[in-house]
């Protein structure tokens, strides 16, 4: 007997689009074939609705443990699975900092008995931690996250020793954050002697400028050559980083880029309305950067798509331009972003599962996830996909409360998650009484 049997699904999955029936048990899909009849504890019809893969975001920020206020694992990971999000890998800005292997197990130990949706978190670098780096348990953490500019936290890398050290010696996918500190801090000295304190996040794009981010990501870039390491390069924002990559298949490369859905949706217009709410790092740049990065993610330079969900609270965000902190809630609409790209004929679906699911499986080496297969855990998200969604006060499930896309309809809405073979979310509601997810394991 099956735990749970789909029927009519629309399925996306490995660049084809196809009918059939899905059959569950023991959190994993044990049939894909048309007219699956024979018993189940549970039956859905989707009525043709669109099945993808459910979401591997590779980066976000739940800001557990140390910064909860602004939000936590049970939280955010909860708003996840509205979004269609399964699976995700956290960021080590959080206090104390997941610089030490000890930091990392604890986290793991926080998740086990807090999150919704399954868990991997990256380990950190820093100035002076290549020892705990090079120890690292390479089937534990998705990747090492680096941040060659901003970060909360004392985690800035800007010794070149180090970085040389990190990009030759460490055992995991180097993952980097890229903007040039130094022309942050020289443009940072111009902007506030020009405005004084009339300085908003209007002037942000100009201080986080295009030129502090390929400075970096080229020195990214760079080491990753002359180490021949595994790079991919966080949230890219400029029409000029582009030329730093090559399109093809993702499996081919060794070096990857990504972009995410507020880079592809916002540019420096939204800053007059948005303000400090879309203030984030790097910045949200000028409408032909914006154009770029999806042009390059048609093209093939660009392998994934993930949000950087970096909730702050609406009084820390309301904050004058230098005191708010950089960072916007996203993973519970990210889906519904490209699914508008959809609608505009911009995206393809195929093009969507395969840059938030696939791609990322694949980079990370991620197990028995991302796909939709048979023996594969079942990890879903259903779409309605002619269905209007307004985003409003009463259906944000952020900790922070709030979202730049309040009161906006997005075209598509997501009709239900399935997470491990079990129904997360459906009607708009997360289920109660769910199981914790999974840590998620790696074929390395």
Sequence with gaps: MHDLVLKNCS????????????AIKNNRIELIANDISSESKEIVDLEGRYVIPGLIDDQVHFREPGLTHKGDIATESRAGLAGGVTSYFEMPNVNPTTTTNENLTKKFEIASKKSLSNYSFHLGGSNTNIEEIK???INQAAALKVFMGASTGEMLVDSIDALDDIFNYSPLIVVTH?????????????????YGSSLSAQQHHLIRDVESCYLSSSLAVNLAKKYDSDLHVFHLTTEKEMDLFTAGDINGKKITAEVCVHHMHFNESHYAELGNQIKCNPSIKEESDRLALINALLEGKIDIIATDHAPHTWDEKMKSYPEAPAGLPLVQHGLQILMDFYHE???????????????????????DRGFIREGYYADLAILDIDKPYQVSKDNIL?????????GKTFNSSIYMTV?????????????????????????R
Aim: proline fraction near 3%; include cysteine; aromatic fraction near 12%.
């Design 345 to 367: 004929g911009i995206l393809s679906l195929e093009t969507i599962v395969e840059k938030t699911s696939h791609n990322v499986a694949n980079r990370f080496q991620v197990k």
């Design 419 to 443: 997470i491990n073979g079990h129904i997360a979310f459906q009607g708009g509601q997360v289920k109660e009484n769910l199981p914790y997810g999974m840590q998620i394991e790696f074929d």
């Design 398 to 406: 952020y900790k922070c409360g709030w979202s730049p896309f309040s």
């Design 11 to 22: 399925i996306i999955n490995e660049g084809s689009k196809f009918e059939s029936d899905i």
């Design 135 to 137: 120890r690292v348990d």
């Design 178 to 194: 890229c903007e040039d500190p130094q022309r942050v801090k020289d443009n940072e000295q111009i902007f506030f002697e020009k």
